[in-house]
């Protein structure tokens, strides 16, 4: 009899969607239906969103950079205006500024977390007031990974310097950050954010193929938040300035009539995407809570790889939803090289990623700011590898991520 041979285990990307009959289903519906774009499954999204994060109000739109590009055009940049920005983050955080007319004042970062907390946005404020130019405006904390920066103790440095917080919070839908007193709020609350915009890009926790979203309490942020993702366009009767041309003979706005007081842009999110979101939004505890799970059983498995290899430090002021599981590996130890691990883990069917290239080493803002000495940034991204996380995921997979990892590093697990 002919022996078969074992099946291979399927190759373990850093990160992937997980969707189901239902989402399918949702999807469908709305293909059905009459809506596309712009429709009744838009704002059961948002109304769904605001429940989650509690806030008052929530405005979805194309993707997490929209979402960005959108707050940083509602905070009013003039050309100069500052504002800080920690170096690791995707090239979106600072780029939204940019494209909003601001400069970017990047800041350093905890070595073992990535996270910017309030010593580095001590120091990068200090070093922009020292220089020439307008004041820093606004101050956008990234909670990366999942992990919550110390948001109170950012909210009121940003208070104490009279600047807007606004924080990214794309890698962090479901996580919660600690106030003051110990009790936990859930991030995008608008307790101390003016505004917090989310990415529902397939590797997060919750998947819209593209998607983004801001949430605010401002009655008057969250409607020009609307304004701005279709174009500037208001069509209320309040916001008339050509009456004559606004308004029929009984005083109701012309059935056809809108206005443009601002330029603005199409960052709509389509009925299709807010379908695909509302359905996930209701796996939201399901899905944090397994990624959760996963990310203690990869601590509890590398443990056998330290000092070599070691968790990213745990910020006491959050309960994270974990987005990616990254390590801090002493390569140099080691005797190889990021790259040579990412090529033998793929050999070996294992995915892996590196969580963030500092944007203060990118090219374009080299040359607009010069060289920046940020120690902790390029100390975290020096060490930094993420493995796969995704609620799809089971134990079985961790271990088999953490063994190979271990191989290619020359250890045997106990």
């Not at 606004?138 to 999942?146: E, R």
């Not at 300035?241 to 003979?249: E, K, W």
């Not at 974990?322 to 140099?332: E, K, S």
């Amino acid at each position: 009899m002919r022996k078969i041979a074992p099946k291979e285990p399927p190759f373990l990307p850093y990160g992937q969607q997980l969707i189901e009959e239902d989402d399918i289903a949702a999807v469908a519906q709305v293909l059905r239906g009459d809506w596309l774009t712009t429709g009744p499954a838009v704002a059961a999204f948002e109304q769904a969103l605001c429940g989650v994060t509690e806030a008052k109000h929530a405005i979805a739109c194309a993707n997490g950079t929209a979402a960005l590009h959108l707050a940083a055009l509602a905070l009013d940049l003039e050309p100069g205006d500052r504002v800080v920005v920690p170096s690791v983050t995707f090239l979106a955080t600072a780029n939204a500024v940019r494209l909003a007319g601001g400069e970017v004042v990047f800041a350093d970062c905890e070595a073992d977390s990535g996270l910017m907390e309030a010593p580095q946005l001590a120091e990068a404020l200090a070093r922009a007031a020292a220089a020439p130019g307008r004041p820093v405006k606004a101050v956008v904390p990234v909670h990366l990974t999942g992990q919550c920066a110390d948001l109170p103790a950012l909210a009121a440095l940003a208070a104490e310097h009279g600047t807007t917080l606004v924080d990214d919070a794309a890698h962090a839908i479901g996580s919660r950050y600690r106030e003051a007193g110990g009790s936990d709020r859930p991030i995008g609350d608008g307790r101390l954010s003016a505004m917090t915009t989310f990415s529902f890009h397939p590797v997060k926790t919750i998947a819209m193929g593209e998607g983004g979203a801001v949430t605010t309490n401002d009655d008057h942020l969250a409607r020009r938040l609307q304004r701005l993702r279709n174009h500037g366009m208001a069509r209320e009767p309040l916001e008339m300035q050509n009456r004559d041309l606004a308004f029929d003979a009984d005083g109701s706005v012309n059935p056809w009539y809108y206005e443009m007081a601002e330029v603005g842009l199409n960052y709509r999110v389509t009925d299709i995407q807010c379908a695909l979101g509302l359905s996930q939004m209701k796996k939201l505890e399901r899905f944090t809570s397994q990624r959760r799970r996963l990310a203690d059983r990869y601590d509890r498995a590398i443990a056998a790889l330290d000092p070599l290899v070691r968790p990213i430090a745990r910020s006491a002021a959050s309960r994270p939803a974990w987005h990616i599981y990254p390590l801090l590996i002493d390569f140099d130890a080691a005797g190889i090289s990021r790259a040579q691990v990412m090529k033998q883990l793929s050999a070996a069917g294992i995915g892996s990623q590196v969580h963030y290239i500092p944007v203060h080493l990118q090219p374009y803002y080299r040359q607009r700011y010069g060289a920046l000495d940020l120690p902790g940034a390029q100390a975290y991204y020096a060490r930094t590898l993420s493995l796969p996380l995704f609620a799809a995921m089971d134990e079985e997979d961790v271990d088999r991520a953490v063994a190979a990892l271990s191989q290619v590093l020359g250890h045997t697990q106990p």
